[in-house]
């Protein structure tokens, strides 16, 4: 999966748009003010949610270019490829962008649990309502 990227700036800008963002052919991802956009990683199989993360530009660069997966660590301030230490990498199958450009979905084929708790997904429990409040379930 190739895309032709300039080396100063690999996206269009989304302000430089004629066309209404919703109708572009133009990939002109809006980052938010801290440099980053949410990507949700599904399971190309199934359709089911893995995970959510964040990406800056150079993330979501190497992810078009190497068909890998990389995401930012906003706890750690740095780029990573997902698996990288667990073995348990994401190959994109399908990148898409939602209408309006800020957010991703990564349709990906799995190896391994997703979660780094070693689940398949890291979305295993359920809000509910009981008698106390809201409380955790855990769904598998």
């Known amino acids: 999966m190739r895309m032709h990227m300039c080396a ?3 996206f ?3 302000k430089s748009l004629n066309d209404p ?23 190309a199989k199934t359709g089911a949610l893995l995970m959510l993360a964040y990406m800056n530009e150079q993330a979501l660069a190497k992810t078009i270019e190497t068909g890998e997966a990389w995401y930012w ?18 190959h994109i199958v399908d990148i898409r962008t939602d209408c309006d450009q800020d957010a991703i979905q ?14 398949m997904s890291c ?15 855990q769904r598998d």
């Open 12 to 14: 269009a800008d989304p």
């Open 73 to 90: 660590s906003r706890s750690r301030q740095a780029l990573w490829r997902k698996g990288e230490t667990s073995g348990n990498l994401q």
């Open 8 to 10: 100063d700036k690999p």
């Open 106 to 119: 990564l349709v990906v084929e799995q190896t391994g649990p997703a979660c780094h708790t070693g689940r």
């Open 21 to 43: 963002i919703e109708e572009t052919t133009a990939f002109a991802p809006k980052f938010g003010a801290d440099g980053l956009i949410p990507a949700v990683a599904t399971d």
């Open 123 to 137: 979305f295993y429990r359920t809000i509910e309502r009981d008698d106390g409040g809201v409380v955790l379930r």
